[in-house]
T-cell receptor
Framework: NAGVTQTPKFQVLKTGQSMTLQCAQD?????MSWYRQDPGMGLRLIHY???????DQGEVPNGYNVSRSTTEDFPLRLLSAAPSQTSVYFC?????????????FGAGSRLTVL | DAKTTQPTSMDCAEGRAANLPCNHS???????VYWYRQIHSQGPQYIIH???NNETNEMASLIITEDRKSSTLILPHATLRDTAVYYC??????????????FGKGTKLSVIP
């Protein structure tokens, strides 16, 4: 049982490049989400999904795109990277969206945009 | 959402109990109190959560006051590996905001040898 797996762990991009951060979970969780963490700050919600085919925006969605074609995977796409997107990205999943469901986080993906 | 107030930092001697306070004076009846910790820049690690009653698991105990306006996370025998930033989070049980965790700045706990 691997939990929540994120790839890559580290990535350096140039401004304007595109890339996809991968997130996979093997717990059959319906709910998945992406957060970003900037230095000295707490995590902020980017996008989330309550099930396959359903996604919605969080607090800071601009510049990011998501889709959810399977229960297991929830990739985060940067269409045209900007230096402001330099951050650590965390994927999280839970059995449901209600407050009683514990969110399990991945180890993170550290992105640097030059 | 209710907000939380935590001390910026705390020290604890290795082997002693670490008691981390959290104030959430505007908490609503259906809001849970969650505790997570983050070691270095690793992913946040779930510790414990509760609604009204005190809770205990293999990692920690959560003591919630009767009026639910504050809580304390207790690590019974702190080790050096418990050095981390600890986040107290109030999360609605249902409805708007229930799907996310709103992280503040947390408490930096340093366990001293």
């Amino acid at each position: 049982n691997a939990g929540v797996t994120q790839t890559p762990k580290f990535q350096v991009l140039k401004t304007g490049q595109s890339m996809t951060l991968q997130c996979a979970q093997d717990m059959n969780h319906e709910y998945m989400s992406w957060y970003r963490q900037d230095p000295g700050m707490g995590l902020r919600l980017i996008h989330y999904s309550v099930g396959a085919g359903i996604t919605d925006q969080g607090e800071v969605p601009n510049g990011y795109n998501v889709s959810r074609s399977t229960t297991e995977d929830f990739p985060l796409r940067l269409l045209s990277a900007a230096p402001s997107q330099t951050s650590v990205y965390f994927c999280a999943s839970s059995g449901g969206a209600s407050g009683a469901n514990v969110l399990t986080f991945g180890a993170g993906s550290r992105l640097t945009v030059l | 959402d209710a907000k939380t107030t935590q001390p910026t930092s705390m020290d604890c001697a290795e082997g002693r109990a670490a008691n981390l306070p959290c104030n959430h004076s505007t908490i609503s009846g259906n809001e849970y109190v969650y505790w997570y910790r983050q070691i270095h820049s690793q992913g946040p690690q779930y510790i414990i959560h509760g609604l009204k009653n005190n809770e205990t698991n293999e990692m920690a105990s959560l003591i919630i006051t009767e009026d639910r306006k504050s809580s304390t996370l207790i690590l019974p025998h702190a080790t050096l590996r418990d050095t981390a930033v600890y986040y107290c989070i109030v999360r609605p049980g249902s409805g708007a905001g229930s799907y996310q965790l709103t992280f503040g700045k947390g408490t930096k706990l340093s366990v001293i040898p």
